[in-house]
Every structure is written in structure tokens, then in C-alpha cells.
């Protein structure tokens, strides 16, 4: 069983799946801390709030977790190393955000 630490977490503007020109600093980081440490997985949080309006909530998020995927492939990170799934704390859960978590690899 893999453990996850919460790394960074990618927030956007109400209904916008545009990572913020304050937030792609962030691209870079994750992307040099794995090639520091390249044992590790990277987990992207898909879980959402509750909140918001069913399916078209769920697009928004689905679409959230491709930008935030694909621009961590475009900065380095080699893309079996990312998946998608439930990783995060629920309780820790916010709107407009996607989490990204550490976990070593098996």
C-alpha cells in the first residue's frame, strides 16, 4: 500500500481549468524534485468537493486534473510516473484546487 504526502496543490480562478501564471512555478518545482528523486510517483487527486453542480463539477475537475497532468509532462515529468486517482485527505478537500501528491514507488 502506497503512503501519499501532499507536495503542492494548483489553484484556479472560479469555473477555469487555466493554470494561473502565480501558480506554473509550481511545473518546475515537481518536475526538478523528481528528477532528485526519481523513485517516486506522482499522484494527482481527482476527488472533488460536494459542492457545485453534479456532472458539470465533475467535467470542471476532469478538466483541472488534464492541465495540471499535462503540463507536468511538458515540464519533465515522465508521464508513467503521474496517475490520477484518489490520493488526498478528504477532509483536506477545497474548491478550485487539484492536489499533487509524493508516493514511493513499489
Same mark, same amino acid.
Given at each position: 500500500?502506497?503512503?501519499?504526502?501532499?507536495?503542492?496543490?494548483f489553484?484556479?480562478q472560479?469555473?477555469s481549468a487555466?493554470?494561473q /501564471?502565480?501558480?506554473?512555478?509550481?511545473?518546475a518545482?515537481?518536475?526538478a524534485?523528481m528528477?532528485?528523486?526519481?523513485? #517516486?510517483?506522482?499522484?494527482? /487527486?481527482? *476527488?472533488?468537493? $460536494? $459542492?457545485?453542480a453534479? $456532472?458539470?463539477? *465533475?467535467?470542471?475537475s476532469?478538466? !483541472?486534473?488534464k492541465?495540471? !497532468?499535462?503540463?507536468l509532462?511538458e515540464?519533465g515529468?515522465? $508521464? %508513467?510516473?503521474?496517475?490520477?486517482?484518489a490520493?488526498g485527505?478528504v477532509?483536506?478537500?477545497r /474548491? %478550485? !484546487?487539484?492536489?499533487v #501528491?509524493?508516493?514511493s514507488?513499489?
Amino acid at each position: 500500500m502506497e503512503c501519499w504526502t501532499t507536495y503542492r496543490d494548483f489553484w484556479f480562478q472560479n469555473d477555469s481549468a487555466v493554470i494561473q /501564471d502565480s501558480e506554473k512555478f509550481k511545473l518546475a518545482e515537481i518536475a526538478a524534485y523528481m528528477n532528485r528523486n526519481p523513485s #517516486l510517483q506522482i499522484g494527482i /487527486d481527482s *476527488q472533488m468537493v $460536494s $459542492s457545485g453542480a453534479g $456532472s458539470n463539477n *465533475q467535467n470542471l475537475s476532469d478538466r !483541472r486534473i488534464k492541465v495540471v !497532468r499535462d503540463a507536468l509532462v511538458e515540464a519533465g515529468v515522465p $508521464s %508513467h510516473k503521474i496517475s490520477v486517482g484518489a490520493y488526498g485527505d478528504v477532509a483536506l478537500r477545497r /474548491d %478550485h !484546487r487539484v492536489e499533487v #501528491l509524493f508516493a514511493s514507488a513499489n
